[in-house]
């Protein structure tokens, strides 16, 4: 029997209870053992649970038990997630994870202490929930170049955008729903403004390219800045909105990432992943593009992915899973201004869009005019050429300094 450990008891620690208690028997015999949990973390007592007998407020009663060899950690952000997580690896505990803040940020940290101690530190729920996606890039495309990684990886934004765009919803009346329904917290910055999104593509970054990326070192956006007027222009370009991590390797070894919205043409794979779904695309030399579709969130599914890694940890417990990266560097994040890309603007030039539509023509050359039905007057939008941003960035004041007042700009995805 294994003895293992549940930090936290809140969506995450109580679906991964659930799971090994419900599904034992079929755990045990993949597993090969049966696996026990002894020890449940908790802040406040649970006096309704029929779990008395596991519940403790002691991390260091779990710490200091040479029994426990698997500690899950369910608490979620860095404090005291982080001191926990490093102590229990220090004392000879494999430990998995579905804190994406953490393994953002201290993954390099906690990977190397885990390969010191011939531990295994596992983190498969920390990136698209229930999604199976750090398996298959560090295994079943081991065989390939990773070109780049793409994809929708926040399930709260997806929900926002897909009610804009198909029901009609302001940014605001949509984030109201997702709170009702409860896909979205009741603070919900890290998600609309591309935090959650911003550790996942740097945990994805890391893992395939073997060098820590830092999420302060990510350009990040949200989509508090997207208006129903940006959603009926995409539509009549024949695509969508939606939010975007994106990371690609360069030819001089550096990395090019980000996370903002990004208009999609409707016959990208992407473009039909709606509500609550992420959708993950690798794009490999040798297999072309592979798309990980599922529910990125939710108390099971991510449970799922959790279980799954103690699984893991259970069968390679005198044997450690090779999975590692090495610390990053400052140089190692290419500027994202040097990315070469195409861009969508709405602006406005007093009350005559022809004429401002000329002058963007002429700084632009080529562009693709865009219309929508009622627009007010003197607003028009383009969707420019394939530039470097910052040449765009240029373009745009040489704009402004001519009178043109630009309300919105996106960039577009090629996906």
Not at 201 to 220: F, K, M, N, R
Not at 355 to 363: D, P, Q, R
């Amino acid at each position: 029997m294994i003895e293992i450990a549940v930090l936290g008891y809140g969506v995450v620690g109580s679906g991964v209870v659930e799971v090994l208690t419900t599904h034992a028997d079929s755990i045990a015999h993949r597993a090969k053992e049966k696996i026990n949990v002894k020890y449940i973390l908790v802040r406040r007592d649970h006096a309704e649970s029929s779990l008395q007998g596991e519940f403790t407020k002691s991390f260091d009663e779990i710490v200091d038990d040479p029994d426990i060899k698997i500690v899950v950690e369910a608490i979620g952000g860095l404090n005291p997630a982080y001191e926990y997580v490093r102590r229990s690896l220090e004392a000879g505990k494999s430990v998995v994870t579905s804190n994406k803040e953490l393994v953002a940020s201290k993954g390099a940290e906690l990977l190397k202490i885990a390969q010191e101690k011939n531990l295994n530190f596992l983190f498969e729920a920390s990136v698209g929930g229930g999604i199976p996606i750090l398996r298959p890039i560090s295994q079943c495309l081991a065989a390939n170049d990773v070109v780049g990684i793409c994809g929708i990886l926040n399930g709260t934004t997806n929900f926002i955008l897909t009610k804009m765009f198909h029901d009609n919803m302001s940014f605001e009346d949509a984030l109201k729903l997702a709170q009702k329904l409860g896909y979205a917290e009741h603070d919900p910055s890290a998600d609309i403004e591309g935090m959650d999104a911003c550790r996942k593509i740097c945990i994805l970054a890391s893992l395939t390219y073997g060098h820590h990326v830092y999420p302060e070192q990510v350009h990040t956006e949200g989509i508090t800045e997207i208006r129903k007027t940006d959603v009926e222009y995409a539509d009549s370009w024949h695509g969508v909105i939606k939010l975007i991590g994106e990371v690609k390797k360069e030819e001089n070894g550096r990395l090019q990432i980000i996370v903002c919205p990004m208009f999609i043409p409707s016959d990208s794979q992407i473009a039909t992943v709606d509500n609550v779904f992420n959708a993950i695309m690798v794009r490999g030399d040798a297999t072309g593009d592979v798309l990980f579709y599922g529910k990125g969130a939710g108390k099971l599914p991510t449970a799922s992915a959790v279980v799954a890694d103690v699984i893991d940890c259970v069968k390679h417990l005198k044997a450690r899973k090779y999975l590692f990266w090495d610390a990053g560097s400052p140089d190692y994040i290419d500027d994202y201004t040097k990315d070469i890309r195409a861009f969508y603007v709405c602006a406005k030039y007093k009350e005559d869009a022809e004429k401002g539509l000329a002058l963007a023509t002429k700084e632009f050359s080529t562009l693709e005019h865009l219309k929508r039905k009622n627009a007010p007057l003197g607003e028009f939008a383009f969707v420019t050429d394939t530039m470097q941003e910052c040449e765009f960035r240029k373009k745009c004041i040489v704009l402004k300094k001519a009178g043109i007042e630009i309300q919105n700009t996106i960039r577009v995805g090629d996906m």
